[in-house]
């Protein structure tokens, strides 16, 4: 199954979304949710306008940012922090999720970490805290980077 496919959900989802808060779906709009929906891993703006603009010539780099910045109100998408790029976006999902980045190739994938939840109270609790938000994101090697690596070396 293609990412086209596979996240076609996801796209209409979120122009439901859109359409509910008054936001007007353009052609151009539509494009930009696709293309995040469908990306592997975390796009810079720019990313996501130069793959638009291939769907949509006439697209303007603002409407990229009004977009995104749209859908992180809506909390429909997360900005990801990478080592060497603060400024990337991917979808988001709908329950309380982590994300795993492969640092070279940028391949990305969600995961639950339930089990480390609890832990994160009792830090907070042990220096006086009352935890009430967290963010983790884990860096890695994907499989495909690891082959790629185990086979040069």
């Not at 638009?52 to 910045?69: F, Q």
Request: some cysteine; charged content about 20%.
């Amino acid at each position: 199954m293609d990412n086209e496919s596979q996240f076609a959900g996801i796209v209409d989802e979120w122009e439901r979304h859109l359409n509910q808060s008054g936001y007007r779906l353009t052609q151009p709009r539509r494009a930009i949710l696709r293309v995040i929906a469908t990306s592997t891993r975390p796009l810079t703006p720019v990313e996501i306008y130069d793959q638009v603009r291939a769907l949509s010539p006439s697209i303007g780099l603002v409407t990229v940012y009004r977009t995104i910045d749209r859908l992180a109100e809506m909390s429909l998408i997360e900005r990801v922090h990478q080592s060497d790029n603060c400024q990337t976006i991917f979808r988001g999902t709908q329950e309380h999720r982590h994300l795993l980045v492969c640092g070279q190739c940028g391949e990305s994938v969600y995961f639950d970490g339930l089990e480390i939840e609890h832990q994160f109270s009792e830090i907070g609790h042990a220096h006086g805290y009352q935890v009430t938000h967290h963010w983790l994101q884990l860096e890695g090697l994907c499989q495909s980077c690891q082959a790629k690596h185990n086979k040069i070396s």
